[in-house]
């Protein structure tokens, strides 16, 4: 079972850029799809993004594209989440999840079967 460890969140103004890192303990971190997810309070988790085992498939919300970036690093079993100019509405807590089931970067969080204990990110006006 993989064991996933984010980090990177924090306390921001609007327009400032953060980097979340998505740390996995397993060494078949490379068969995992890997999915970025948020919640804010109130509302249900949604997807961010998601990136297949090799990086050459991805996957944005779209509202997001334009500003989040994934990505991921195998050979340090971390994936990335590049988010700039970020805006209040973005205040969530963050999530990574692993989706051990190869193939396809799915966009629905029961797919997925591993997760982070989450960071929070907070953008102030």
């Known amino acids: 079972q993989v064991q996933l460890v984010e980090s990177g969140g924090g306390l921001v103004v609007t327009g400032d850029s953060l980097r979340l890192s998505c740390v996995a303990s397993d060494r078949t971190f490379n068969t995992y799809v890997i999915g970025w997810f948020r919640q804010a309070p109130g509302k249900e988790r949604e997807i961010v993004a998601a990136i297949s085992e090799s990086g050459g498939v991805i996957y944005y919300e779209r509202s997001l594209k334009d500003r989040f970036t994934i990505s991921r690093d195998n050979a340090k079993n971390t994936v990335y989440l590049q988010m700039r100019n970020l805006k209040p509405e973005d205040t969530a807590v963050y999530y990574c999840?692993?989706?051990?089931?190869?193939?396809?970067?799915?966009?629905?969080?029961?797919?997925?079967?591993?997760w982070g204990q989450g960071t929070q990110v907070t953008v102030s006006s």
């Open positions: 999840a692993a989706d051990r089931d190869p193939g396809a970067v799915r966009r629905t969080s029961d797919a997925y079967d591993y």
